[in-house]
Every structure is written in structure tokens, then in C-alpha cells.
């Protein structure tokens, strides 16, 4: 079992950056392919970027591609998500996510298919 914590949100003002941290413990972070999802208001819970445990394949939504990376540093069981030119369309709440998985590249982008959730982390960007 691998317990998940998210930090970095906060407010921001549109065109700016914000960059969130997930750190993992209890296990190690190199068996869960990881990824990012976000929560609007009255909205379901959306893909935003994923990352195979190995590092080798990671995907976006269209939404965020070319603004966001999603990144790993599996020797401090951490997970990142730098934003950048962001939106107030990316207004939401930022959630980790984690899935048990043998392969290398495979990666998440159900929400259905989650293993493990942090807790979340709001994200504000004002227009």
C-alpha cells in the first residue's frame, strides 16, 4: 500500500506557474505507474497527465498538453506537475494518482483504473 500527499497549490493569477509535488511513502514509488487528475466544481473528475513507472511514456489531455510536465524522481518517492501559462479553466482540485502495475510503460489515465488517491490540493487561477 503507498499513502500519497500533495502540496503546491495555491492561487495564481492566468499566464502564471505553479509547480505541485505528490510525495509517496510506504512503498516505493517505482512500482505504480502515477499520475495527475483534477476535480471542477460540479464536474467529474478528469485526466490530466500521466507517467509510466520507468519514466519512459508519459501522456496529457489535450487541455494541458504543451503547458504542463509531469515528471518523477523515484528515489525520493516524489511525483511533479509544473504548470505553466496557466488558465482559469484549470481551476480545480489537483489529485495524485497511483496504479499498481508490472510494466514498465504503461501508464494511467482512467479514473476507474487508480489504485491509490491523495487528498487533493486547489488550484486557483484568477482571470
Known amino acids: 500500500q503507498v499513502q500519497l500527499v500533495e502540496s503546491g497549490g495555491g ?50 489531455s489535450d487541455s494541458v498538453k504543451d503547458r504542463f510536465t509531469i515528471s518523477r524522481d523515484n528515489v525520493k518517492n516524489t511525483l511533479y506537475l509544473q504548470m505553466n501559462s496557466l488558465k482559469p479553466e484549470d481551476t480545480a482540485v489537483y489529485y495524485c494518482a497511483a496504479k499498481n502495475t508490472d510494466g514498465l510503460y504503461i501508464v494511467v489515465r482512467t479514473p476507474g483504473r487508480v489504485d491509490y488517491w491523495g487528498q487533493g490540493t486547489q488550484v486557483t487561477v484568477s482571470s
Open 11 to 60: 492561487l495564481v493569477q492566468a499566464g502564471g506557474s505553479l509547480r505541485l509535488s505528490c510525495a509517496a511513502s510506504g512503498r516505493t514509488v517505482s512500482r505504480y505507474a502515477m499520475g495527475w487528475f483534477r476535480q471542477a466544481p460540479g464536474k467529474e473528475r478528469e485526466f490530466v497527465a500521466t507517467i509510466s513507472r520507468s519514466g519512459g511514456s508519459v501522456d496529457y
